[in-house]
């Protein structure tokens, strides 16, 4: 008995029975209008509200393999080293898996073309990509005409301090900014992105971004940590949480609403609008009309 179904554009069969580790495959099949195929889903998975109704296998690091296995999938979809040895089980298991290891905006945008190839949507793929790049050419150029770009310091982490990983630097500069840990931006494992709170204060940020995956940020602890009363972001009270389903995926929601989220807070500080640490977790300004 066949597994698996006909594209909908005809040809050549495609997998039928998808379970989805990550959030990031997870919308991109909803947005590529395959989210039929999904059979199980990373309990993280929120995007879009749809997506509560899917069957849940376990979190990012700990999944059901059991339970995977009973959902008898065709494919399993799987993210970076992280879930290397959660790969290894479930072929072991006799399960076909692709995993991932997208960190940059155009691993981001590579994942989006494969798998829209995989489901047999590859035009829709191409116009997927299309208006994500279209999106951020409109909020690099925005941006482009602020008289100055401020300095962040972008938090995926706080014991110890970890840095942002590529495609959070990267979308940084698209939103406005300036990364002050440029030099890190390369380094895919966080153990690698490690940083000194002494020297977050002598790069004196403007603006702190932080997202802690699986816990809320504390933007008022951030702002009290000592010796960063000096820092201009904590003076002027620019810290703020950017909510870690919509930065840390890399996936469209980190190049459409993570992105946009970034661009209103540097919009704010680049205009001389005033802060406020602990008044919220996120920036009220308005992404900037086009």
């Not at 919308?27 to 995007?47: H, N």
């Not at 899917?54 to 339970?67: E, L, S, T």
């Not at 829209?116 to 116009?127: D, I, P, T, Y």
């Not at 840990?181 to 000194?196: C, I, M, T």
Request: hydrophobic share 40%.
């Amino acid at each position: 008995m066949s597994t698996s179904i006909p594209s909908r554009n005809g040809g050549a069969e495609f997998p039928r029975r998808i379970v989805c580790l990550t959030e990031e495959t997870v919308e991109t099949l909803y947005l590529l209008g395959e989210d039929a195929r999904i059979v199980g889903v990373s309990g993280y998975a929120q995007r879009p509200p749809e997506v509560k109704a899917k069957p849940r296998v376990g979190a990012f690091a700990n999944v059901k393999f059991d339970r995977i296995v009973e959902l008898k999938p065709d494919l399993v979809l799987t993210f970076s080293d992280v879930q290397a040895e959660i790969t290894r089980e479930l072929v072991k298991r006799g399960v076909a898996v692709w995993n991932f290891n997208q960190r940059t905006v155009a691993g981001i945008l590579d994942m989006i073309a494969a798998l829209s190839r995989m489901v047999g949507q590859e035009r829709e793929g191409r116009v997927l990509i299309e208006r994500l790049a279209h999106g951020l050419d409109e909020i690099a150029a925005a941006a482009s005409v602020w008289p100055r770009r401020p300095r962040v310091y972008f938090e995926e982490w706080d014991d110890p301090l970890i840095s942002g990983i590529g495609w959070v630097e990267e979308l940084i500069a698209i939103g406005g900014g300036e990364p002050v840990f440029p030099e890190l931006l390369g380094r895919s494992k966080a153990q690698d992105r490690v940083v000194n709170a002494a020297e977050v204060a002598k790069r004196d940020p403007e603006v702190i971004l932080a997202s802690w995956c699986g816990k809320k940020v504390d933007v008022n602890a951030i702002a009290a940590r000592p010796g960063w009363s000096t820092i201009d972001a904590v003076r002027e009270g620019h810290v703020y949480e950017i909510d870690s389903t919509i930065i840390l995926q890399p996936g469209p929601a980190a190049l459409t609403d993570g992105v946009r989220e970034i661009h209103r807070i540097l919009a704010r500080v680049a205009s001389g609008e005033a802060g406020g640490v602990g008044s919220g977790s996120r920036s009220p300004i308005e992404l900037q009309k086009e």
